[in-house]
Structure formats: C-alpha cells, structure tokens
C-alpha cells in the first residue's frame, strides 16, 4: 500500500471515510491477503481515517519526516470506531495499541516502561499506573503527553524500533523489502489502460 504524494509535503488523505477505509483494513488482514507480506509505503504523512489500512499491513515503511496519526481528525471518536482500530492493531501488531488509541483520542497519553522482566511496553495512562502499583517499573519515559491528538514521525518510529527502517524515496524502497526490480509510484502509472488479448498455444 501506498500513500500518493500531494506535493506540498503533506498527504490529501483528510475526509477518508471510515467505512471505506475499514473495509479495505478487513480485506488487508483476511486470510485472502495473508499469502503476501504487505507493506505501507509512507513517503509523506497520513492522517484520517488512511491510518486504518496502514495499521493493517504487516510492516510500514516511512520517510523519516513522514507523520502518522491524528486518526479522528474528520469526526468524533466513538465505540464503533475505537473497537476497529483496536482489533486491526492487535490483529497486526504493526504499531502499539496505546500509541494507535492516542491517534483517535486526545486525553490519552503514551509510555514506554521498561519492566521487571526486561520487556519495554508503550502503555496508556491507566496501565502505567497500574504497572507502577504492581512495583513492574524500572524505567519510564513519556511519548505523547495528550492534549491533543497524536501524531508520529517515521524518524520517531524508528528510533523506538517500532518500524524496521526509514527510506529517502523509492529507489531505496524496493532494497528495503528485497524487491530487485524498480517500483513505481502510482502516479507513474498510465492513466488509461488498453486491454489486449493474446492467445497462447503450447
């Protein structure tokens, strides 16, 4: 999947409705669609409700000043749309689930928290309480502060080893998954297709 640059170093994915945008994360984490690794490209940022099917890719491969978030920009959030983002993120697993709710709800705050065991988990408010009551808390750090909705950059993602790499553009995009042939952007592609039919024999 890709996000088509708009130019002006942002993305016209504003006003994508949430109906669309959940049908096409349903087929993108089908079984249908498990029989390819899927990989949203972010060349520039994506906000609205384009985050879903980001979300629902196995991997997301961003330019580093890339945004992701302020996924309820158009509309309120409500239970119907928090519980969909909320299964394709624990479905993928591609981003936390803390760090996607705090996309469609600007109240919710973000943590990394190093635990007794080991593990860094990005945790909301409530749970880092909870974690730090149970004495799990070896170290803790704030990733949004809440106040209004959240928004990551790749270079960010990154750096929390949330995503695999950053890429300038894509003649290092296709080295980056282990594509060998040139990819284009769909902006290079014809406009108007012209069907042909060829008979095979043999």
């Not at 504003?14 to 959940?22: A, I, V």
Request: charged content about 20%; overall charge negative.
């Amino acid at each position: 999947a890709s996000t088509e640059d708009s130019g002006d170093n942002g993305m016209q994915t504003r006003g994508s409705q949430f109906t669309r945008c959940m049908a096409l994360a349903r087929f993108l984490t089908s079984p249908e669609s498990a029989r390819v690794h899927l990989v949203a490209y972010l060349p520039a940022s994506v906000e609205g409700h384009a985050v879903l099917p980001v979300l629902a890719c196995a991997e997301i491969v961003a330019a580093p000043s890339a945004e992701i978030g302020r996924a309820a920009i158009d509309e309120p959030n409500d239970a119907t749309i928090e519980s969909t983002y909320r299964v394709v993120a624990q479905q993928r697993n591609t981003l936390p689930v803390a760090m996607v709710m705090s996309m469609l709800d600007p109240s919710r705050e973000v943590h990394k928290a190093q635990t007794t065991d080991g593990d860094y988990k990005f945790v909301d408010q409530s749970e880092i309480g909870a974690l730090r009551k149970e004495g799990k808390v070896v170290s803790e750090s704030s990733i949004w502060t809440g106040g209004s909705l959240a928004t990551y950059t790749g270079q960010m993602l990154r750096n929390e080893l949330l995503i695999a790499r950053t890429v300038s553009g894509l003649d290092e995009l296709g080295p980056a998954v282990g594509i060998s042939s040139p990819l284009r952007a769909p902006r290079q592609l014809p406009d108007e297709w012209r069907p042909m039919m060829l008979t095979l024999t043999g």
